[in-house]
């Protein structure tokens, strides 16, 4: 299995295959559709993204002595509407989330971005990988708020790789 630590850049992303298994280490951002929604009214980011992995993730509530509590994939497609333009803006060469996309947003990704799935069901195994959590951006949004995650050996599946070969399909 791969490991992987960030930052990371398009060329030790360049290495990674569809269908591949790896463990990520180092910093993710977790955000879903309002942070999407803010981030793209904003005229100036309001922290650096380029370079970034990002996480679709809804967290719940931490447990006494633990930095989050259960924070599986939100599913991906949900983000489908904001992603090329999140892209174009942020600069982020990495996604995780769930499930499959759609042809516009794998043509969008393809040699930008490469997607990582979690498991569905996973949420508390994945918690355990998080070593540190804070809301870096919009606190008001509660479980949206944009999230500066550190992990450690977060395991994922190479949906697209930076080709546009997928797991889901012949999308190219």
């Known amino acids: 299995m791969k490991t992987l630590k960030t930052p990371i850049t398009l060329e030790k992303l360049s290495d990674l295959k569809a269908g591949q298994d790896i463990l990520l280490s180092g910093t993710v951002y977790a955000m879903r559709d309002k942070a999407h929604a803010l981030l793209l009214k904003e005229q100036k980011l309001p922290f650096e ?39 174009k ?37 994945i918690s355990k990988c998080v070593k540190s959590s804070s809301v870096v951006c919009y606190p008001q949004l509660g479980a949206e708020a944009v999230f500066k995650l550190e992990v450690c050996r977060m395991p994922l599946t190479v949906a697209q790789d930076i080709k546009g070969a997928n797991i889901y399909g012949g999308i190219k």
């Open 49 to 87: 993204l380029k370079g970034q992995v990002i996480y679709y993730m809804g967290p719940t509530p931490a447990r006494p002595g633990r930095p989050i509590g259960s924070c599986g994939p939100t599913t991906s497609a949900r983000m489908d509407k904001f992603t090329p333009k999140i892209i």
């Open 89 to 125: 803006k942020t600069g982020i060469i990495c996604i995780i989330g769930k499930g499959a996309r759609s042809v516009r947003v794998c043509r969008s990704m393809r040699g930008r971005v490469v997607y990582l799935i979690a498991y569905s069901g996973l949420g508390a195994l």
